[in-house]
């Protein structure tokens, strides 16, 4: 990429190749570019008279959405940040040839602007725009996610964040809640490709778990691309649940930017009744140490701030700055790391709440076993996604990226991730086995309930049955005199003969209802005395 763009005199020419790229068809190539053209249409826009007004609009962000970092083992701060409308900016700096490594955070949605200067600058693959801005395609080829070889310098990672509610839905409602929920995000996720600025967080999937907990799930995804020797890592996350009161580096707080599915419906979306969990991270002998990272405007902190948005801010505080300009994997395995802490949350919040489902199903077991349905598809999708980041892992990224050989500490990194990942892939399968083995004791609880029913019923009809029995003769008996008997002074009957046939009639209806019970009665007499007299 990088040597198709050596003449080129702007960051124009990479929406131009885009969008040469994305006019190739089917008919007329064995690699068509359609699956490249809503990319291309997006990186096209600023070239356009009609994006006037949104360019004005942008140029009033002053959200730092993209954050620059040296990786100066000498220089632990070298870290400078631009805002939307800063691009040009970016484009005329000069990079230090002393530190060819650096890191470029890019902080929730950006401006096809923003993606035109980063593309044009450091030759980055389009593939890895069109990964981050997935939702904006119209058409789905169904070509995503990929083969790992398709694009070995792309890191994908997922994050979860976990959030309550103050006020609970209904245990009736989730159900309706997250039939809609799906669509409700795919409308959301076109207003935001459609209005979005810079910085917008943007959220990938919304998760109801229960009445008061529901889950937002975010992606992150890492470019690496080699330079002059060295390499530039870059980092676009998504995260899905970046609501804090500072502009954080997954973006800005959800209550500023465009509303979503995830808010309070009795308060049109307001964010003020819902609190996000912090993912935690363990950090050996953490509390002992001090803290020389707090940023100053936490202090005035919501209840839906969110951790994850340090990222770009603090990144790499615990590494060892000189091995992450060497070694990608090891620069990376912060993000990896914490990734796997967010997915670790989310697993044990899944395990409780199926804990919950077991102990109380007796009394809903249909909106039970819905729960445990929903609940282990997932899991299986996390499980899914832990297995292509540990395939990612254990690979050491792409054929491309740089590694320190024998390096004691990023080998024994690496040995780490690859543990936490497996714990995670292996606690996902024994959750996903947990769902199933609760649908079946649900189910089978279901039909020896609807069994015991079923005999209650049967034993309430030979109840019926024998009265018939009883009831049939006599029915039978006055149905054939009526009231002609002399005692009634209707009729020159004697009462008396009604008996007398009655008697016979319901003696011979009991015979016929218990012939059974008497015939064994007589068989046991038989054997008794066949006993006796041998």
């Not at 003449?7 to 006019?23: F, H, L």
Request: hydrophobic share 40%; net charge neutral; charged share 20%.
């Amino acid at each position: 990429m990088a040597n198709l763009l050596e003449s080129a005199p702007n960051p124009r020419r990479y929406a131009e190749r885009v969008s040469a790229y994305s006019q190739r068809s089917p008919e007329s190539f064995l690699h068509p570019g359609t699956n490249y053209r809503r990319l291309a249409q997006f990186l096209g826009l600023p070239y356009a008279s009609e994006y006037a007004a949104a360019s004005q609009h942008e140029s009033q962000n002053e959200f730092p959405s993209v954050y620059l970092q040296w990786l100066d083992s000498s220089d632990p701060h070298s870290l400078c940040s631009f805002n939307g409308s800063s691009a040009s900016i970016l484009a005329e700096l000069p990079d230090p040839e002393t530190t060819p490594a650096k890191l470029v955070f890019l902080r929730g949605f950006q401006s096809p602007q923003w993606l035109n200067t980063l593309g044009f600058k450091y030759g980055i693959d389009p593939e890895f725009f069109r990964r981050h801005l997935g939702f904006l395609e119209g058409k789905d080829h169904f070509d995503l996610p990929g083969l790992p070889s398709s694009a070995g310098n792309i890191l994908q990672l997922h994050v979860s964040t976990i959030c309550t509610r103050d006020v609970a839905i209904g245990r009736y409602y989730i159900g309706q809640n997250r039939r809609k929920e799906q669509e409700a995000v795919r409308r959301y996720l076109r207003q935001l490709g459609s209005n979005g600025t810079c910085g917008d967080s943007i959220v990938r999937k919304l998760a109801s778990i229960n009445e008061t907990t529901f889950v937002l799930e975010q992606t992150v995804h890492c470019c690496v691309e080699r330079v002059n020797g060295g390499w530039t890592g870059m980092d676009q996350t998504k995260l899905f649940c970046a609501r804090s009161v500072i502009w954080l580096d997954f973006g800005k707080s959800l209550e500023d930017s465009p509303p979503g599915p995830w808010g309070d419906s009795l308060t049109l979306d307001n964010m003020s009744n819902v609190a996000c969990l912090p993912i935690i991270q363990h950090r050996r002998k953490a509390a002992l140490q001090e803290d020389h990272h707090a940023m100053p405007y936490m202090s005035a902190s919501r209840r839906s701030a969110q951790n994850t948005s340090l990222l770009a801010t603090q990144y790499g505080s615990s590494l060892n700055r000189g091995l992450m300009g060497v070694d990608v994997m090891y620069a990376l395995s912060d993000m990896i790391g914490f990734a796997a802490a967010s997915e670790y949350q989310f697993l044990n919040l899944v395990r409780s709440q199926i804990q919950k489902e077991m102990k109380s199903f007796q009394s809903q077991m249909e909106i039970s076993l819905a729960n445990l349905m929903y609940l282990k598809a997932l899991i299986d999708d996390h499980a899914l996604q832990s297995t292509h980041t540990l395939a990612q892992i254990r690979s050491g990224g792409g054929p491309d990226w740089p590694r320190a050989p024998q390096e004691p500490l990023s080998e024994g990194t690496r040995r780490s991730l690859i543990a936490d990942y497996e714990h995670l892939r292996e606690n996902a399968q024994m959750l996903s086995a947990a769902c199933s083995d609760g649908m079946d004791r649900i189910t089978n609880s279901a039909l020896i309930k609807e069994s015991k029913k079923g005999i209650l019923i049967q034993e309430r009809l030979g109840r019926l049955t024998l009265l018939a029995f009883f009831f049939l003769p006599v029915s039978s008996t006055t149905s054939f005199f009526g009231m002609n008997f002399i005692e009634f002074g209707t009729g020159k009957l004697n009462i008396w003969l009604a008996f007398a046939v009655l008697i016979p009639a319901v003696l011979l209806s009991a015979m016929v209802c218990f012939w059974e019970d008497l015939a064994r009665a007589v068989r046991r007499k038989r054997n008794i005395a066949d006993r006796f007299l041998s």
